[in-house]
Structure formats: structure tokens, C-alpha cells
């Protein structure tokens, strides 16, 4: 079993920044991949960001290209999402995930263990 805890949400204005972090523990067997979602209220949940077990293989969504960098720190077993340029539209849940493996898979329903989330509000 591996727990995620994310943490690093807020509100914030339009054009600050926020760096979320999220730690996975428990009985990590082999490398991993991690992954960033979120879900605004009233919307289905989104991919963000992954990171491939090196670190060299990042992927993002376009509405986040240029302002979001993900990155991982493989000894801390930890992974961070720095979010600059924050707009309103970027205001939701924001989860961490986590799946087994060199590649993020291109579905979330493939990932294995999931965050609790972590609330940023992005004001106008």
C-alpha cells in the first residue's frame, strides 16, 4: 500500500504562485511514475502534469504548458508542481497519482494510489 500526501494549496491572486508538493510512503516496490489532476466543482477530473522515474520525461496539458513545471526528487520520494502565472480557470482540486512503471500512462483510471487532494483558489 502507498499513501500520497499533497499539500502546498491556497488561495492566491491572478498571476501569483503556488508549489505543490505531494509525498508518497508506504511500501514502494519498484519505480514510479507520478501524475497531476485536478477537478473544479461541476467539471470532471483533469490532467495537469506527469513525470516519467528519471525525471527527463515530463507531459503537460496544453491550458498549463509555460506556466506549470513538474519535478520530482526520487530520494524524498516526493514530487512537486510549480504553478506560475495562476489564472481564476485554474482554481480546483488538485490531486497527486501514482502508478508503477517508467512512463505515465495516458489514463488516469491506470493509476494505483491517489492523493486526498488539495484545494488552490485562484481570485481575479
Known amino acids: 500500500q502507498v499513501q500520497l500526501v499533497e499539500s502546498g494549496g491556497g488561495l492566491v491572486q491572478a498571476g501569483d504562485s503556488l508549489r505543490l508538493s505531494c509525498a508518497a510512503s508506504g511500501r514502494i516496490f519498484s519505480n514510479y511514475v507520478m501524475g497531476w489532476f485536478r477537478q473544479a466543482p461541476g467539471k470532471e477530473r483533469e490532467f495537469v502534469a506527469a513525470?516519467?522515474?528519471?525525471?527527463?520525461?515530463?507531459y503537460y496539458a496544453d491550458s498549463v504548458k509555460g506556466r506549470f513545471t513538474i519535478s520530482r526528487d526520487n530520494a524524498k520520494n516526493t514530487v512537486y508542481l510549480q504553478m506560475n502565472s495562476l489564472k481564476p480557470e485554474d482554481t480546483a482540486v488538485y490531486y497527486c497519482?501514482?502508478?508503477?512503471?517508467?512512463?505515465?500512462?495516458?489514463?488516469?483510471?491506470?493509476?494505483?494510489?491517489w492523493g486526498q487532494g488539495t484545494q488552490v483558489t485562484v481570485s481575479s
Open positions: 497519482a501514482f502508478s508503477y512503471g517508467y512512463i505515465p500512462p495516458p489514463d488516469p483510471i491506470e493509476y494505483r494510489y
Open positions: 513525470i516519467g522515474w528519471s525525471g527527463r520525461n515530463t
